[in-house]
Protein backbone atom coordinates (compact mmCIF):
# COMPACT_ATOMS: atom_id res chain seq x y z
CA UNK A 1 0.00 0.00 0.00
CA UNK A 2 1.09 3.74 -0.39
CA UNK A 3 2.37 5.60 2.08
CA UNK A 4 2.21 8.87 2.71
CA UNK A 5 6.13 8.94 2.55
CA UNK A 6 6.13 8.29 -0.79
CA UNK A 7 4.12 11.14 -1.86
CA UNK A 8 6.53 13.41 0.13
CA UNK A 9 9.80 11.61 -1.45
CA UNK A 10 8.53 11.37 -5.18
CA UNK A 11 7.82 15.42 -4.34
CA UNK A 12 11.49 15.98 -3.35
CA UNK A 13 12.96 14.56 -6.26
CA UNK A 14 11.10 16.53 -8.64
CA UNK A 15 12.38 19.66 -7.07
CA UNK A 16 15.69 18.47 -6.90
CA UNK A 17 15.89 17.30 -10.72
CA UNK A 18 13.92 20.76 -11.75
CA UNK A 19 17.11 22.55 -9.53
CA UNK A 20 19.64 20.77 -11.05
CA UNK A 21 18.61 21.26 -15.30
CA UNK A 22 18.28 25.23 -14.03
CA UNK A 23 21.48 25.16 -13.21
CA UNK A 24 22.75 23.42 -15.81
CA UNK A 25 20.99 25.91 -18.84
CA UNK A 26 22.20 28.78 -16.99
CA UNK A 27 26.04 26.99 -16.43
CA UNK A 28 25.92 26.17 -20.62
CA UNK A 29 25.00 29.71 -21.40
CA UNK A 30 28.19 30.39 -19.49
CA UNK A 31 26.38 33.15 -17.38
CA UNK A 32 28.60 35.02 -14.89
CA UNK A 33 25.94 35.64 -12.70
CA UNK A 34 26.46 33.40 -9.30
CA UNK A 35 23.74 30.91 -8.70
CA UNK A 36 21.84 31.31 -5.16
CA UNK A 37 19.79 28.09 -4.93
CA UNK A 38 17.87 27.71 -1.11
CA UNK A 39 16.68 24.51 -0.05
CA UNK A 40 13.50 25.12 0.56
CA UNK A 41 10.88 22.53 -0.73
CA UNK A 42 7.07 24.04 -0.85
CA UNK A 43 5.09 21.10 -0.94
CA UNK A 44 1.94 20.76 -2.64
CA UNK A 45 -0.76 21.21 -0.52
CA UNK A 46 -3.84 21.17 -2.76
CA UNK A 47 -2.10 16.71 -3.16
CA UNK A 48 -1.85 14.25 -0.56
CA UNK A 49 -3.07 11.02 0.70
CA UNK A 50 -5.39 10.45 3.64
CA UNK A 51 -6.43 7.15 5.44
CA UNK A 52 -10.05 6.30 5.21
CA UNK A 53 -11.85 3.26 6.61
CA UNK A 54 -14.42 1.17 4.10
CA UNK A 55 -15.92 -2.16 4.69
CA UNK A 56 -14.71 -5.53 3.92
CA UNK A 57 -17.10 -8.79 3.03
CA UNK A 58 -16.70 -9.98 6.74
CA UNK A 59 -18.49 -6.31 7.39
CA UNK A 60 -14.90 -5.56 9.08
CA UNK A 61 -13.65 -1.71 8.81
CA UNK A 62 -10.41 -1.72 7.04
CA UNK A 63 -7.61 1.28 6.74
CA UNK A 64 -6.24 2.25 3.37
CA UNK A 65 -5.70 5.43 1.81
CA UNK A 66 -6.83 7.62 -1.03
CA UNK A 67 -5.62 10.97 -2.86
CA UNK A 68 -7.30 13.90 -1.66
CA UNK A 69 -6.78 17.21 -4.57
CA UNK A 70 -8.45 19.72 -1.64
CA UNK A 71 -7.46 22.81 0.13
CA UNK A 72 -9.61 23.14 3.15
CA UNK A 73 -10.42 20.79 5.61
CA UNK A 74 -14.55 21.15 4.67
CA UNK A 75 -13.54 20.29 0.85
CA UNK A 76 -11.18 17.21 2.25
CA UNK A 77 -13.94 16.55 4.25
CA UNK A 78 -16.32 16.54 1.13
CA UNK A 79 -14.11 14.25 -1.02
CA UNK A 80 -13.61 11.60 1.88
CA UNK A 81 -17.79 11.48 1.66
CA UNK A 82 -17.46 10.93 -1.62
CA UNK A 83 -15.15 7.76 -1.43
CA UNK A 84 -17.58 6.53 2.13
CA UNK A 85 -20.30 6.60 -0.29
CA UNK A 86 -21.80 3.48 -2.36
CA UNK A 87 -21.80 4.55 -5.98
CA UNK A 88 -19.77 8.14 -5.78
CA UNK A 89 -16.62 6.42 -6.77
CA UNK A 90 -14.96 3.78 -8.76
CA UNK A 91 -11.37 4.14 -7.67
CA UNK A 92 -11.81 1.95 -4.56
CA UNK A 93 -9.57 -1.29 -3.90
CA UNK A 94 -11.05 -4.52 -4.78
CA UNK A 95 -12.84 -6.30 -1.81
CA UNK A 96 -13.88 -2.78 0.04
CA UNK A 97 -17.05 -0.69 -0.12
CA UNK A 98 -18.24 2.53 1.18
CA UNK A 99 -20.80 2.13 4.43
CA UNK A 100 -22.54 5.36 3.06
CA UNK A 101 -25.76 4.62 1.11
CA UNK A 102 -26.37 5.25 -1.87
CA UNK A 103 -28.34 8.56 -2.53
CA UNK A 104 -27.08 10.17 0.99
CA UNK A 105 -27.11 13.77 0.07
CA UNK A 106 -24.14 15.97 2.02
CA UNK A 107 -26.51 19.48 3.28
CA UNK A 108 -23.05 20.59 4.51
CA UNK A 109 -19.76 20.55 5.98
CA UNK A 110 -18.22 23.20 8.61
CA UNK A 111 -15.77 23.80 11.03
CA UNK A 112 -15.72 25.28 14.28
CA UNK A 113 -12.13 24.99 16.52
CA UNK A 114 -10.95 21.13 15.47
CA UNK A 115 -14.72 19.74 15.54
CA UNK A 116 -16.05 19.27 12.12
CA UNK A 117 -19.82 19.00 11.75
CA UNK A 118 -21.81 17.23 8.68
CA UNK A 119 -25.22 17.31 7.73
CA UNK A 120 -26.67 14.88 5.97
CA UNK A 121 -30.44 14.09 4.49
CA UNK A 122 -32.08 10.87 6.14
CA UNK A 123 -30.98 8.24 3.30
CA UNK A 124 -27.95 7.84 6.14
CA UNK A 125 -30.79 5.35 7.68
CA UNK A 126 -31.24 3.52 4.28
CA UNK A 127 -29.07 0.57 5.61
CA UNK A 128 -29.02 -2.53 7.84
CA UNK A 129 -29.01 -2.67 11.26
CA UNK A 130 -25.85 -4.27 11.56
CA UNK A 131 -24.09 -1.50 9.91
CA UNK A 132 -25.57 1.26 11.84
CA UNK A 133 -22.26 1.43 14.23
CA UNK A 134 -19.85 0.49 11.54
CA UNK A 135 -21.17 3.60 9.83
CA UNK A 136 -20.63 5.99 13.22
CA UNK A 137 -17.27 4.01 13.49
CA UNK A 138 -16.00 5.03 9.74
CA UNK A 139 -16.81 8.31 10.06
CA UNK A 140 -15.13 9.45 13.56
CA UNK A 141 -11.79 7.39 12.17
CA UNK A 142 -12.17 8.70 8.51
CA UNK A 143 -12.53 12.09 9.41
CA UNK A 144 -10.48 12.50 12.35
CA UNK A 145 -7.43 11.18 10.22
CA UNK A 146 -6.95 14.85 8.87
CA UNK A 147 -4.69 16.85 10.41
CA UNK A 148 -6.62 19.64 12.78
CA UNK A 149 -9.30 17.33 13.09
CA UNK A 150 -10.54 16.29 16.88
CA UNK A 151 -13.97 15.33 16.58
CA UNK A 152 -17.20 15.11 14.25
CA UNK A 153 -20.38 16.04 14.85
CA UNK A 154 -23.28 14.02 12.73
CA UNK A 155 -26.51 15.24 12.50
CA UNK A 156 -29.31 14.15 9.66
CA UNK A 157 -32.31 16.41 8.44
CA UNK A 158 -30.72 18.85 10.58
CA UNK A 159 -30.90 17.30 13.84
CA UNK A 160 -28.09 16.32 15.84
CA UNK A 161 -27.61 12.38 15.93
CA UNK A 162 -27.87 11.34 19.53
CA UNK A 163 -28.65 7.18 19.21
CA UNK A 164 -28.84 5.19 16.28
CA UNK A 165 -32.34 4.54 14.82
CA UNK A 166 -32.57 0.92 15.14
CA UNK A 167 -30.56 -0.37 18.00
CA UNK A 168 -30.80 2.70 20.26
CA UNK A 169 -27.39 2.37 20.89
CA UNK A 170 -26.28 6.17 22.02
CA UNK A 171 -23.73 8.12 20.02
CA UNK A 172 -21.72 11.05 21.71
CA UNK A 173 -22.20 14.36 20.29
CA UNK A 174 -18.81 14.90 19.32
CA UNK A 175 -17.56 11.19 17.60
CA UNK A 176 -13.79 10.92 18.44
CA UNK A 177 -11.71 7.84 17.82
CA UNK A 178 -12.71 7.10 21.40
CA UNK A 179 -16.12 5.82 20.24
CA UNK A 180 -13.93 2.56 19.11
CA UNK A 181 -13.68 0.31 15.92
CA UNK A 182 -14.98 -3.10 14.90
CA UNK A 183 -15.60 -3.67 18.19
CA UNK A 184 -14.81 -7.47 20.66
CA UNK A 185 -16.32 -7.80 23.96
CA UNK A 186 -14.55 -9.54 25.79
CA UNK A 187 -15.57 -8.96 30.09
CA UNK A 188 -17.43 -10.63 32.50
CA UNK A 189 -17.66 -7.44 35.07
CA UNK A 190 -19.55 -4.32 33.98
CA UNK A 191 -16.76 -2.34 36.51
CA UNK A 192 -13.33 -2.13 35.33
CA UNK A 193 -13.43 -2.39 31.80
CA UNK A 194 -10.58 -1.19 29.67
CA UNK A 195 -10.85 0.03 25.99
CA UNK A 196 -7.81 -1.34 24.04
CA UNK A 197 -7.48 -0.70 20.32
CA UNK A 198 -4.96 -3.23 18.41
CA UNK A 199 -4.39 -3.29 14.91
CA UNK A 200 -4.53 -6.47 12.88
CA UNK A 201 -4.08 -7.83 9.58
CA UNK A 202 -6.91 -8.99 6.68
CA UNK A 203 -6.10 -10.43 3.52
CA UNK A 204 -8.64 -8.95 0.76
CA UNK A 205 -7.63 -10.10 -2.89
CA UNK A 206 -3.92 -10.06 -3.65
CA UNK A 207 -3.59 -7.24 -0.70
CA UNK A 208 -3.11 -6.83 3.01
CA UNK A 209 -4.81 -4.32 4.79
CA UNK A 210 -4.71 -3.20 8.50
CA UNK A 211 -7.59 -3.43 10.76
CA UNK A 212 -7.96 -1.78 14.15
CA UNK A 213 -10.55 -3.65 16.41
CA UNK A 214 -10.95 -1.88 19.83
CA UNK A 215 -11.23 -5.05 22.33
CA UNK A 216 -13.45 -4.08 25.84
CA UNK A 217 -11.72 -6.17 29.00
CA UNK A 218 -11.73 -6.15 32.27
CA UNK A 219 -7.82 -6.79 31.86
CA UNK A 220 -6.36 -3.87 34.15
CA UNK A 221 -2.89 -4.36 33.03
CA UNK A 222 -0.82 -1.23 30.72
CA UNK A 223 -2.78 -1.29 27.63
CA UNK A 224 0.83 -2.01 25.81
CA UNK A 225 1.25 -5.28 27.31
CA UNK A 226 -2.37 -5.95 26.54
CA UNK A 227 -1.70 -4.75 22.90
CA UNK A 228 1.48 -7.09 22.62
CA UNK A 229 -0.54 -10.45 24.48
CA UNK A 230 -3.17 -10.41 22.16
CA UNK A 231 -1.07 -9.73 18.61
CA UNK A 232 1.70 -12.43 19.61
CA UNK A 233 -1.73 -15.01 19.64
CA UNK A 234 -1.42 -14.50 15.86
CA UNK A 235 -5.25 -14.39 15.16
CA UNK A 236 -8.43 -12.46 16.72
CA UNK A 237 -10.73 -14.96 18.34
CA UNK A 238 -13.96 -15.86 15.93
CA UNK A 239 -12.13 -14.11 12.82
CA UNK A 240 -9.88 -14.67 10.25
CA UNK A 241 -8.01 -11.45 11.04
CA UNK A 242 -4.51 -12.21 11.80
CA UNK A 243 -0.95 -10.80 13.41
CA UNK A 244 2.19 -11.81 12.44
CA UNK A 245 3.75 -10.95 15.84
CA UNK A 246 5.20 -14.64 16.77
CA UNK A 247 3.97 -15.76 19.97
CA UNK A 248 7.40 -16.30 21.64
CA UNK A 249 8.03 -12.31 21.37
CA UNK A 250 8.34 -11.02 24.72
CA UNK A 251 8.22 -7.37 25.74
CA UNK A 252 10.85 -6.67 27.95
CA UNK A 253 10.28 -2.60 28.97
CA UNK A 254 9.12 -0.09 27.42
CA UNK A 255 9.15 3.83 28.28
CA UNK A 256 7.75 7.15 26.88
CA UNK A 257 8.90 10.41 26.77
CA UNK A 258 7.82 13.63 25.51
CA UNK A 259 6.03 12.39 22.16
CA UNK A 260 8.08 8.59 21.94
CA UNK A 261 7.77 5.27 23.05
CA UNK A 262 10.52 3.22 23.19
CA UNK A 263 9.55 -0.50 22.94
CA UNK A 264 12.06 -3.08 24.08
CA UNK A 265 11.77 -6.63 22.98
CA UNK A 266 13.69 -9.98 22.98
CA UNK A 267 15.28 -11.19 19.59
CA UNK A 268 11.98 -13.34 18.66
CA UNK A 269 10.66 -9.77 17.26
CA UNK A 270 12.58 -10.74 14.14
CA UNK A 271 11.92 -13.35 11.49
CA UNK A 272 14.57 -15.19 9.94
CA UNK A 273 17.05 -12.44 11.05
CA UNK A 274 14.38 -9.84 9.72
CA UNK A 275 12.12 -7.01 11.24
CA UNK A 276 8.50 -7.34 8.89
CA UNK A 277 7.36 -4.12 8.29
CA UNK A 278 3.71 -5.13 9.21
CA UNK A 279 4.89 -6.34 12.35
CA UNK A 280 6.41 -2.56 13.31
CA UNK A 281 3.34 -0.82 11.99
CA UNK A 282 0.74 -3.25 13.26
CA UNK A 283 2.52 -2.53 16.79
CA UNK A 284 2.84 1.40 16.05
CA UNK A 285 -0.90 2.03 15.01
CA UNK A 286 -1.55 -0.12 18.19
CA UNK A 287 0.09 2.25 19.54
CA UNK A 288 -1.05 5.63 18.39
CA UNK A 289 -4.38 4.83 18.92
CA UNK A 290 -4.09 4.18 22.39
CA UNK A 291 -1.05 6.69 23.44
CA UNK A 292 -0.72 10.51 23.18
CA UNK A 293 2.70 10.18 21.33
CA UNK A 294 4.00 10.73 17.70
CA UNK A 295 6.92 8.16 17.20
CA UNK A 296 7.33 4.32 18.41
CA UNK A 297 10.86 3.17 18.74
CA UNK A 298 11.67 -0.16 18.28
CA UNK A 299 14.39 -1.67 19.97
CA UNK A 300 15.75 -5.33 20.66
CA UNK A 301 17.43 -6.14 23.32
CA UNK A 302 18.55 -2.53 24.02
CA UNK A 303 19.69 -2.07 20.52
CA UNK A 304 17.82 -0.03 18.27
CA UNK A 305 16.23 -1.15 14.94
CA UNK A 306 13.76 1.11 13.57
CA UNK A 307 11.19 3.30 14.53
CA UNK A 308 7.43 4.79 12.98
CA UNK A 309 6.53 8.48 13.12
CA UNK A 310 2.70 8.89 13.11
Partial sequence: MLKRKALRKILITTFALFTLVVIFSITNEK????????????????????DIYLLSKE???????VFLEAESIEDKVKLLLDYLTVGKSEHLPVGLSPVIPEGTKVYDV????TVVTIQFSEDLWNLEE???????????????????????KI??????VTELPHSKKPVPE??????????????????????????????????????????YTNDDRDKIDIIIENLSSHYLYDSDLISLLQSDVELMNYQIEDELMLLNFNHQLFQNEKLLEEITYQVAYSVFDNYDVDTVLFTVEGKEVTKIEK
Fill in 31 to 50: SLQEIHVTPDVQYVTSLGMN
Fill in 110 to 113: SMAD
Fill in 130 to 152: DLEERLMESLAYTITSLDGVTGV
Fill in 174 to 215: ILTKEYGINKVYHFQSSSGIEKVTMYYIDQIEDGNYYVPVTY
Fill in 155 to 160: QVEGLP
Fill in 59 to 65: KYLVRTS
